[in-house]
Nanobody, 123 residues
Framework: QVQLVESGGGLVQAGGSLRLSCAGS????????MGWFRQAPGKEREFVAA????????WYEDSVKGRFTISRDNVKKTVYLQMNSLKPDDTAVYYC????????????????WGQGTQVIVSS
């Protein structure tokens, strides 16, 4: 069993930055790649970024490449999402999740989820 708790969301102006954190627990957490999804009102949950268990490889959704950076601290069992140059379209609830599948992007490939943290980007 893995538990995930997100934090760091909030209200920011367009062009600003936020850093999201996701603290994990559970004996098997180190085996999982960790990732971020987001869901805007009325839209499906979409993949944002993920990082392998050893923090060597990452993969991103195209619209966030160059603006968002995912990183991971396995000692702290925490994954981060640094979000720069934020746009109103980035407004969503951001969820942390874990998967055993390298390169996974579909929500169904992720096994455990956090409760989410709200990000609002004002224009």
């Amino acid at each position: 069993q893995v538990q995930l708790v997100e934090s760091g969301g909030g209200l920011v102006q367009a062009g600003g930055s936020l850093r999201l954190s996701c603290a994990g627990s559970g004996r098997t957490l180190s085996s999982y790649a960790m990732g971020w999804f987001r869901q805007a009102p009325g839209k499906e949950r979409e993949f944002v970024a993920a990082i392998t268990s050893n923090a060597i490889s990452t993969w991103y959704e195209d619209s966030v490449k160059g603006r968002f950076t995912i990183s991971r601290d396995n000692v702290k069992k925490t994954v981060y999402l640094q979000m720069n140059s934020l746009k109103p379209d980035d407004t969503a609830v951001y969820y942390c999740a874990v998967t055993l599948h390298y390169g996974a992007r579909a929500p169904g490939a992720f096994d455990y989820w956090g409760q989410g943290t709200q990000v609002i980007v004002s224009s």
